[in-house]
T-cell receptor, first 113, second 116 residues
Framework: EDQVTQSPEALRLQEGESSSLNCSYT??????LFWYRQDPGKGPEFLFT???AGEEKEKERLKATLTKKESFLHITAPKPEDSATYLC??????????????FGKGTKLSVIP | DTGVSQNPRHKITKRGQNVTFRCDPI?????LYWYRQTLGQGPEFLTY????????KSRLLSDRFSAERPKGSFSTLEIQRTEQGDSAMYLC??????????????FGPGTRLTVL
């Protein structure tokens, strides 16, 4: 069974204070690891897909990295508008045609002006 | 390119009533997924379709839940005899199947169900 653990559960940062969010996972064959941003009362918004260890992707102040056991979402010089819950999910290759995502509980990020 | 849309956005119902939600995926996306999310938790997989075929169902999907995707376009999720434990955000996502590798799922805004 695929599992995803995210830490910390909540993170408060001052504006401009860089930090990282962690996503540890166990999966039977990784098809992909996904990062989403979710604002209160809304659906998850896609950020990144990573497929193999060593891969990195960037978008504005966000950078996602992947190893065989975990992924990090690095936030550089965050702004208040980056406040949201960040969700990590994996798509395993167990069973033919299994494309469901297994999510962690998320990290709630608050950026204080 | 319009995103995934879901209707209604909010639904309040009394215990024991039936409810139906609709999801319109991104056009030309052949895979469609339903998830359920409760407060403080990540989304949990319920079921998924490839075109009109329902290929996988979670153990979470009790006999009171049924989903359809006629003609491989929009999808409906029906909950019969609702219970208070069904209160949650119901999320729909769609993706375009690739021959290899993972595929990115794009989510709709969700339908918030409250069972009184």
């Amino acid at each position: 069974e695929d599992q995803v653990t995210q830490s910390p559960e909540a993170l408060r940062l001052q504006e401009g204070e860089s930090s990282s969010l962690n996503c540890s996972y166990t999966v039977s064959g990784l098809r992909g690891l996904f990062w989403y941003r979710q604002d209160p009362g809304k659906g998850p918004e896609f950020l990144f897909t990573l497929y193999s260890a060593g891969e990195e992707k960037e978008k504005e102040r966000l950078k996602a990295t992947l190893t065989k056991k975990e992924s990090f979402l690095h936030i550089t010089a965050p702004k208040p508008e980056d406040s949201a819950t960040y969700l990590c999910a994996v798509q395993g290759a167990s069973g033919a045609g299994s494309y469901q995502l297994t999510f962690g509980k998320g990290t709630k990020l608050s950026v204080i002006p | 390119d319009t995103g995934v849309s879901q209707n209604p956005r909010h639904k309040i119902t009394k215990r024991g009533q039936n409810v139906t939600f609709r999801c319109d995926p991104i056009s030309e996306h052949n895979r469609l997924y339903w998830y359920r999310q409760t407060l403080g938790q990540g989304p949990e997989f319920l079921t998924y379709f490839q075109n009109e075929a329902q290929l996988e169902k979670s153990r979470l999907l009790s006999d009171r839940f049924s989903a359809e995707r006629p003609k491989g376009s929009f999808s409906t999720l029906e909950i019969q005899r609702t219970e208070q434990g069904d209160s949650a955000m119901y999320l729909c996502a769609s993706s375009l199947a690739l021959l290899a590798g993972g595929n990115t799922q794009y989510f709709g805004p969700g339908t918030r169900l409250t069972v009184l």
